[in-house]
Nanobody, 124 residues
Framework: QVQLVESGGGLVQPGDSLRLSCAVS????????MGWFRQAPGKEREFVAA??????YYGDSVKGRFTISRDNAKSTVDLQMNSLKPEDTARYFC???????????????????WGQGTQVTVSS
């Protein structure tokens, strides 16, 4: 069975950094695009970052602050979050898809597999 398990969330202050990790099992990791989305209470799930065919993509709200990376040997994908802001507060979800195209990379419904999420809270 396919499993995506996020970890690394927590409570931090504005300006702090945090690194999230997603461990993937049950699929051929190298063949899948990997992504991160986030969702705050009462809001739609929002695209954060993705890596596909060796290229990375970022949502406008996190460009220059967040970095996505993957380790195919470990079947993990990480999200390094720097200069965190209160508006980054959300539950962060890891996602995977085998046949995603660039034009749909930020579309939630186009991703086949999802983790349970990990909470990130940025507050002073």
């Amino acid at each position: 069975q396919v499993q995506l398990v996020e970890s690394g969330g927590g409570l931090v202050q504005p300006g702090d950094s945090l690194r999230l990790s997603c461990a993937v099992s049950g699929l051929t990791f190298r063949d899948y695009a990997m992504g991160w989305f986030r969702q705050a209470p009462g809001k739609e799930r929002e695209f954060v970052a993705a890596v596909r065919m060796g290229r990375t993509y970022y949502g406008d709200s996190v460009k220059g602050r967040f970095t996505i990376s993957r380790d195919n040997a470990k079947s993990t994908v990480d999200l390094q979050m720097n200069s965190l802001k209160p508006e980054d507060t959300a539950r962060y979800f890891c996602a995977a898809d085998r046949s995603l195209i660039v034009s749909t990379i930020a579309t939630v419904r186009q991703w086949n597999y999802w983790g349970q999420g990990t909470q990130v809270t940025v507050s002073s």
